[in-house]
């Protein structure tokens, strides 16, 4: 069973920077498909990046240009980097994964997509 623990998430200033990263252990899978989440107060939880099994990623337009999703794999670590940060990001951010045998596929921006979730990290963006 794959156990993530996100942390790196805090209380910053609009134009500031967070990392935020995602420790991964119980992989089993050939191949693994990752995905930065998030959810505000009263909000559905939406992608915010995703990395799939090749490295290709994709990114939710409200974030492209400042956020940067990367994976070390002998760590087994994921991170988001974030820059420029802003209010509308407010939220709790959810690293999530997907194993599979087949690496061929692209990775979704869809929560329902993934099958293994983090506990989340608070990041809150004041103006």
């Known amino acids: 069973q794959v156990h993530l623990v996100e942390s790196g998430g805090g209380s910053v200033q609009s134009g500031e920077s967070l990392r935020l990263s995602c420790v991964a252990s119980?992989?089993?899978?050939?191949?693994?498909?990752w995905g930065w989440f998030r959810q505000a107060p009263g909000k559905e939880r939406e992608g915010v990046a995703t990395v799939d099994a090749s490295g290709r990623t994709k990114y939710a337009d409200s974030v492209k240009g400042r956020f940067t999703i990367s994976q070390v794999n002998a760590d087994r670590t994921l991170y988001l980097q974030m820059h420029d940060l802003n209010p509308d990001d407010t939220a709790l951010y959810y690293c999530?994964?997907?194993?599979?045998?087949?690496?061929?596929?692209?990775?979704?921006?869809?929560?329902?997509?993934?099958?293994?979730w983090g506990q989340g990290t608070q990041v809150t963006v004041s103006a």
């Open positions: 999530a994964a997907r194993g599979s045998w087949n690496g061929a596929y692209y990775s979704s921006l869809s929560p329902a997509w993934y099958t293994s």
């Open positions: 119980g992989l089993t899978y050939s191949n693994y498909y």
